[in-house]
């Protein structure tokens, strides 16, 4: 039996700069790739590994892990 590991992705949503958090919503500001700065497009968010979301900080929960799909996953 072949083991395949599968490796989630994830959009880290900046809670402290968004308007409105729900799923999609156009108020999302997302973190960029490398936690170098935000955007409000969806498309340009950095993507992030499990282990790389331990190694983020925050106060308060100022942040969210929002997890690519499997529709997502398969577009890469």
Request: net charge negative; hydrophobic share 35%; with cysteine.
């Amino acid at each position: 039996m072949e083991f395949v590991q599968h490796t989630c992705l994830y959009r880290i949503i900046c809670r402290k700069r968004s308007d409105k958090i729900a799923y999609r919503s156009k108020d999302v500001v997302y973190w960029m790739p490398n936690r170098a700065g935000y955007t409000n497009e969806r498309s340009e968010a950095g993507l992030y590994t499990a282990l790389e979301l331990d190694e983020c900080a925050g106060n308060g929960f100022d942040w969210l892990a929002e997890r690519l799909s499997h529709e997502e996953m398969g577009r890469l």
